[in-house]
């Protein structure tokens, strides 16, 4: 049973959403206003934010860009804005997916379950390449020592290179491995993530090669 914060200002939906979400196993959690929603992810963790944009107090951008200060967990934008530059900047704040209405609470309780499969994913031991050191049952990823404090999908595409050393992967491939094959975003938002990645990384972040025309990898170096 994971728990789940639904941050929707319309009752009648938020009922919908919720029931959904009950009726999948898991345990829900709701807010009407941004500062809510904040003021709640402060004092209860959660597994999955379910955020609409159009709030109170604080926009749904504003508070996914919070959220992603205090927690790695997966964040599904869902709202009526549906324009290409909207969803752009909600991947900007870190969401992991994007959802416009109408939708289905079929496909919601869906994509849901997947990210939350995703997130659990847990592997035998720690990976370390050169100072970087992945501990994928803290999902923590430490520096020289030091704990580095990534996004959900800066670890997870950090986390997908690493154990796969040395592989070539596009784009594309990157897109479906780590985002999911129904992600609507552009191949713009794995070179965004791979250049934070790189800064956040400092110079260990010299083992995400880029190769023109073909893509990235992890390359295992001294």
């Known amino acids: 049973m994971a728990s789940i914060l639904i941050v929707e200002d319309e009752q009648a939906m938020q009922d919908i959403i919720a029931d959904y979400m009950r009726k999948g196993g898991h345990r829900c959690f709701t807010a009407g206003d941004g500062l809510d929603a904040l003021a709640m992810l402060k004092e209860h963790p959660m597994d999955l934010l379910i955020l609409d944009v159009m709030i109170l107090h604080l926009d749904g951008f504003s508070v996914c860009r919070m959220a992603r200060e205090i927690s790695d967990m997966p ?44 997130a659990s994913r847990l592997s035998a031991g720690a990976v370390n390449a050169g100072k970087i050191m992945l501990w994928p049952n803290a999902r923590r990823v430490d520096l020289d020592g030091q704990e580095v404090v990534l996004t959900h999908k800066e670890y997870e595409l950090l986390s997908f290179l690493m154990a796969n050393p040395g592989q070539i992967f596009s784009r594309e491939q990157l897109l479906n491995r780590v985002w999911g094959y129904d992600f609507a975003g552009t191949t713009r938002t794995v070179d965004t993530h791979i250049k934070t990645l790189r800064q956040k990384l400092g110079d260990e972040g010299r083992h995400i090669v880029t190769l023109i025309r073909s893509g990235y990898k992890f390359e295992v170096t001294p």
């Open 75 to 118: 964040v599904i934008i869902l709202t009526a804005r549906g324009a290409e530059d909207d969803k752009l900047t909600g991947y900007g704040c870190g969401a992991d997916d994007y959802m416009t209405k109408p939708f289905s609470p079929r496909v919601l309780l869906a994509k849901v379950n997947a990210l939350l499969r995703r």
